[in-house]
């Protein structure tokens, strides 16, 4: 099955092997670049700018080039100011007080105040998994003068320096009051930030080129750079991002010089890759990432957990880990709810998903639930490994047992649009896709924004559940890691029962980029200052 699903993949990146290996005639010749210019073949084509809108990580990646946050994270996981100069905690933990430091300005000139902070909280509180416990125990949240704002809470929550400071899914952006101020689920298209680069709105070329500038008048701290905290130093003058859908032109890109950086590499490249010195071959973020299957709750078939509960039966995760990442070095198993490594990782009833696969109790299960040859529609884009190669091996998955299945194909920005509809798949809906999330996003209870069960509220496919809300709200508020380890075990095993989603592995992704870039940023978000050209 592996092989069959993986032919076209294999073939591909065979022949963008050829053309590695041809690209590199004559390149190592070449006298070292004085370019300011950094080319970066991104993953997809970038439709969607709102970050705060969207969790894709491309328009995460891109409002770190835009934006700025009040609080950032460091590879120890410490929060550290970023925006904000100082702040201060009252003793009863419910008074936040914040200082802007000096010399923040927007990139329409305009300075950044208390008010532009306090609407962007607000913003991202109304779609962040962390923000949504924030937001009902918020007494208030002003302005404190010009350069200064207050949150009151009416009980502690000591998360909220940490949901400040996230880095992945979703951060706290900072936008000017008059665009914060628009409607969480509505889209934002104007990028006005004060962050390091500023968009070019003339060069934005949508199926082919984004385009940002140095700013010039940001003022970086003065701190090391850890992941996004510390100084946020621009050293190129300008980076294109640009998207080529053939992989065999990518590999040529990159091999001749013509772009620096190659995000996502396919798998079956990665050894080619590895033998040209004028590569360098890393991974993209340093926790991995963690794939998903996930069921649209809202609609037949899969709002009958028995049929939920059919596919965990027969899911393997070595199958999908081999078809998306090949080499068993860069993957492992991991039948965890939350990311294989890090604290909260347990195996409590992961045995359904790691014991014998059953077909014959999945079929049982399927006639159980009434099933009857209802068309499934999977969602796979054809951009993205982490959703091509998993849709794929699940239409084949629901193909043996017996089910009637669409496979919808599309670019990146289609999908991404499809998924978020509530509607029946023969009006525009769906009914199972393939995801994956950087590590660090299913981390812990208060950041896997899969394990909402909040119905409506939820991330799409939304689940509804009651105990594994309250079993989150008491993680929220539990005072000691030994009691959170035990509220994720118990919460793992709520979600074996209900099924929200079903795990299919961890994996490593590579990036590749020319070996004069110096200062890459190893983090669970792409990160493109401190980078230089030599």
């Given at each position: 099955?592996?092989?069959?699903?993986?032919?076209?993949?294999?073939?591909?990146?065979?022949?963008?092997?050829?053309?590695?290996?041809?690209s590199r005639v004559g390149a190592s010749t070449r006298a070292a670049s004085t370019d300011k210019t950094l080319r970066f073949i991104a993953q997809a084509d970038l439709r969607i700018l709102d970050p705060i809108w969207t969790t894709a990580y491309l328009t995460r990646n891109h409002g770190y080039m835009v934006f700025d946050t009040l609080f950032a994270i460091d590879s120890d996981f410490t929060p550290h100011p970023q925006m904000v100069g100082d702040y201060t905690i009252s003793p009863?933990?419910?008074?936040?007080?914040?200082?802007?430091?000096?010399?923040?300005?927007?990139?329409?000139?305009?300075?950044?105040?208390?008010?532009?902070?306090?609407?962007?909280?607000?913003?991202?509180?109304?779609?962040?998994?962390?923000?949504?416990?924030?937001?009902?125990?918020?007494?208030?949240?002003?302005?404190?003068?010009?350069?200064?704002?207050?949150?009151?809470?009416?009980?502690?929550?000591?998360?909220?320096?940490?949901?400040?400071?996230?880095?992945?899914?979703?951060?706290?952006?900072?936008?000017?009051?008059?665009?914060?101020?628009?409607?969480?689920?509505?889209?934002?298209?104007?990028?006005?930030?004060?962050?390091?680069?500023?968009?070019?709105?003339?060069?934005?070329?949508?199926?082919?080129?984004?385009?940002?500038?140095?700013?010039?008048?940001?003022?970086?701290?003065?701190?090391?750079?850890?992941?996004?905290?510390?100084?946020?130093?621009?050293?190129?003058?300008?980076?294109?991002?640009?998207?080529?859908?053939?992989?065999?032109?990518?590999?040529?890109?990159?091999?001749?010089?013509?772009?620096?950086?190659?995000?996502?590499?396919?798998?079956?490249?990665?050894?080619?890759?590895?033998?040209?010195?004028?590569?360098?071959?890393?991974?993209?973020?340093?926790?991995?990432?963690?794939?998903?299957?996930?069921?649209?709750?809202?609609?037949?078939?899969?709002?009958?957990?028995?049929?939920?509960?059919?596919?965990?039966?027969?899911?393997?995760?070595?199958?999908?880990?081999?078809?998306?990442?090949?080499?068993?070095?860069?993957?492992?198993?991991?039948?965890?709810?939350?990311?294989?490594?890090?604290?909260?990782?347990?195996?409590?009833?992961?045995?359904?998903?790691?014991?014998?696969?059953?077909?014959?109790?999945?079929?049982?299960?399927?006639?159980?639930?009434?099933?009857?040859?209802?068309?499934?529609?999977?969602?796979?884009?054809?951009?993205?490994?982490?959703?091509?190669?998993?849709?794929?091996?699940?239409?084949?998955?629901?193909?043996?047992?017996?089910?009637?299945?669409?496979?919808?194909?599309?670019?990146?920005?289609?999908?991404?649009?499809?998924?978020?509809?509530?509607?029946?798949?023969?009006?525009?809906?769906?009914?199972?896709?393939?995801?994956?999330?950087?590590?660090?996003?299913?981390?812990?209870?208060?950041?896997?924004?899969?394990?909402?069960?909040?119905?409506?509220?939820?991330?799409?496919?939304?689940?509804?559940?009651?105990?594994?809300?309250?079993?989150?709200?008491?993680?929220?508020?539990?005072?000691?890691?030994?009691?959170?380890?035990?509220?994720?075990?118990?919460?793992?095993?709520?979600?074996?029962?209900?099924?929200?989603?079903?795990?299919?592995?961890?994996?490593?992704?590579?990036?590749?980029?020319?070996?004069?870039?110096?200062?890459?940023?190893?983090?669970?978000?792409?990160?493109?200052?401190?980078?230089?050209?030599?």
């Open positions: 099955m592996i092989d069959r699903l993986s032919r076209r993949t294999l073939g591909e990146a065979a022949a963008a092997a050829a053309a590695l290996a041809v009863d933990k419910l008074t936040y007080r914040f200082k802007l430091r000096d010399g923040l300005a927007f990139h329409d000139g305009s300075p950044v105040r208390g008010v532009d902070c306090v609407a962007s909280i607000r913003r991202w509180a109304a779609r962040d998994a962390l923000g949504q416990w924030l937001v009902p125990i918020i007494d208030t949240i002003a302005a404190d003068g010009h350069t200064g704002f207050a949150i009151k809470l009416t009980e502690p929550f000591p998360l909220l320096i940490d949901g400040l400071a996230k880095v992945s899914t979703l951060p706290s952006f900072v936008m000017p009051e008059r665009l914060a101020d628009t409607d969480p689920f509505q889209a934002i298209t104007e990028m006005v930030g004060s962050g390091p680069f500023k968009f070019s709105k003339e060069e934005f070329e949508p199926g082919h080129r984004v385009v940002y500038l140095k700013n010039t008048d940001y003022e970086p701290r003065s701190e090391p750079p850890s992941w996004a905290s510390g100084s946020k130093v621009v050293k190129v003058d300008r980076v294109e991002w640009l998207n080529i859908p053939d992989a065999m032109t990518k590999a040529a890109a990159l091999g001749n010089g013509e772009a620096d950086w190659w995000e996502n590499p396919p798998s079956g490249l990665l050894p080619a890759l590895a033998d040209n010195p004028e590569i360098a071959l890393t991974p993209d973020n340093p926790m991995g990432i963690m794939t998903m299957m996930r069921f649209n709750q809202l609609q037949p078939p899969f709002n009958n957990l028995k049929m939920r509960q059919a596919m965990l039966l027969v899911v393997n995760q070595a199958e999908f880990m081999t078809a998306l990442a090949g080499d068993p070095k860069h993957w492992n198993v991991c039948a965890s709810f939350f990311t294989c490594g890090g604290p909260m990782t347990n195996e409590d009833g992961s045995q359904v998903l790691t014991g014998p696969r059953d077909f014959a109790a999945a079929r049982r299960l399927i006639a159980e639930a009434g099933y009857n040859s209802e068309k499934i529609t999977v969602l796979d884009s054809v951009e993205l490994a982490n959703s091509h190669i998993p849709a794929l091996v699940t239409a084949d998955l629901l193909k043996r047992l017996g089910l009637n299945v669409e496979l919808v194909s599309a670019d990146w920005s289609a999908i991404s649009a499809r998924r978020a509809s509530k509607k029946p798949p023969d009006e525009g809906g769906w009914n199972v896709f393939g995801t994956a999330w950087v590590g660090i996003d299913t981390l812990d209870p208060s950041v896997n924004v899969m394990l909402q069960a909040n119905g409506d509220a939820a991330w799409f496919g939304w689940p509804k559940d009651e105990t594994i809300e309250g079993l989150r709200t008491q993680w929220i508020k539990a005072e000691t890691f030994g009691e959170r380890r035990q509220l994720a075990a118990a919460i793992q095993k709520r979600a074996f029962e209900v099924v929200p989603y079903i795990p299919t592995g961890q994996w490593t992704q590579m990036t590749a980029y020319r070996s004069n870039l110096k200062g890459v940023i190893n983090a669970p978000a792409l990160l493109m200052w401190n980078i230089e050209k030599v």
